[in-house]
């Protein structure tokens, strides 16, 4: 690296996909020194092939990098990366229904020591999968399991960042809520009172009675989602009162009773956007496993991935095209 952070990247190839040789010593596997990201390429009607905001990944990269003392990216050589991965993998993209190539940069801190320092060697790799729905196959309310004892992320922790230790912590949460029925897990902003942060790889959003759009502020532990930013955009392009602020379980769970909640959903790159029916926990459940998605959840959802897939107008300038 030098003095500004920023790596000199050497050795830029595309190689066949296959087990990747390291010394048992890597640091990244004692010490877990690594960050990724995740983004998905579409195939548009006329064949040609196109990503979502990458340069909010590359950005989102470099903040994780920061945090994980690894260097930085020029966005330039991110956007190069996937162009030249996809540039070979393009057959791969699945047609149909939200159907993409799911693309996972990653860095990885590879130099052999034993000692707590930041690695003096990186390797920066892109591999590509064809994804095709995440919940798979119609758009069902997911269910939440709502995580009291365990956190993912602390304050002046690494939950802003995308790295890999954020969701070794996530995993045993995970367990619990699959044991319960759930597919996803809601975390709590232990530092912000107990707030509602995020789930194990989505945001959260409030449609109000009111009109008003509620997700939780960034506020130091909770991802910068590329979906929950353009969610906010889109809400306020139809009017809606975007709010990101704190948004406690008490104010959920009163909200729903009360019917001024009307809807929650959750988004993320890989499901864009999910109705959520029921969050469960020990004690309560609140919503309904069978909820039916509502009508912002399904027109704002339509709209993102009508912007993705090519069937809508992409007025914010949001796809690169990589093929
Ligand atoms: N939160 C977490 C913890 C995640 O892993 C993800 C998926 N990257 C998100 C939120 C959603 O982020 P994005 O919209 O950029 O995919």
């Known amino acids: 690296t030098d003095e500004t952070g920023t790596g000199t990247w050497q050795n830029a190839r595309i190689e066949p996909y296959g087990?990747?040789?390291?010394?048992?010593a890597a640091a990244v596997l004692h010490y877990g020194q690594e960050i990724f990201e995740g983004l998905k390429a579409y195939r548009h009607a006329d064949g040609s092939v196109w990503t979502f905001r990458p340069e909010a990944n590359a950005a989102r990269m470099n903040l994780s990098a920061r945090r994980l003392a690894l260097p930085e990216l020029p966005e330039e050589l991110f956007l190069e990366s996937l162009r030249r991965l996809v540039s070979v993998d393009a057959d791969w993209i699945p047609e149909g229904d939200g159907a993409a190539l799911y693309l996972r940069p990653f860095m990885i801190a590879t130099e052999a020591f034993l000692?707590?320092?930041?690695?003096r060697e990186v390797s920066y790799r892109v591999i590509a999968s064809p994804a095709g729905n995440y919940f798979g196959g119609e758009l069902k309310p997911v269910s939440i399991?709502?995580?009291?004892?365990?956190?993912?992320?602390?304050?002046?922790?690494?939950?802003?960042?995308?790295?890999?230790?954020?969701?070794?912590?996530?995993?045993?949460?995970?367990?619990e809520g699959e044991a319960h029925g759930c597919k996803q897990v809601l975390f709590l902003d232990a530092a912000n009172d107990n707030a509602v942060e995020e789930l194990g790889g989505m945001n959260v959003f409030f449609v109000f009675k009111d009109g008003s759009l509620v997700?939780?502020?960034?506020?130091?532990?909770?991802?910068?989602?590329?979906?929950?930013?353009?969610?906010?955009?889109?809400?306020?392009?139809?009017?809606?009162?975007?709010?990101?602020?704190?948004?406690?379980?008490?104010?959920?769970?009163?909200?729903?009773?009360?019917?001024?909640?009307?809807?929650?959903?959750?988004?993320g790159t890989a499901a864009v956007i999910t109705p959520v029916g029921?969050?469960?926990?020990?004690?309560?459940?609140i919503g309904s496993a069978d909820a039916v998605a509502g009508p912002v959840t399904l027109s704002i959802r339509e709209q993102l991935l009508g912007v993705q897939t090519g069937a809508v107008e992409d007025t914010h300038g949001w796809l690169t095209r990589l093929a």
């Open 19 to 24: 087990p990747i040789q390291m010394d048992p």
């Open 115 to 119: 000692g707590v320092r930041p690695s």
């Open 145 to 175: 399991w709502l995580s009291t004892k365990y956190a993912r992320a602390g304050i002046g922790g690494t939950g802003e960042a995308k790295c890999g230790g954020n969701y070794a912590a996530s995993l045993i949460a995970q367990m």
């Open 215 to 267: 997700t939780p502020a960034l506020s130091g532990t909770i991802l910068h989602g590329i979906t929950r930013s353009s969610v906010i955009q889109l809400g306020r392009d139809r009017g809606l009162n975007v709010q990101e602020r704190k948004i406690t379980l008490d104010e959920w769970r009163d909200g729903v009773a009360s019917g001024d909640i009307t809807e929650v959903f959750a988004c």
């Open 278 to 285: 029921e969050l469960k926990s020990e004690t309560e459940t």
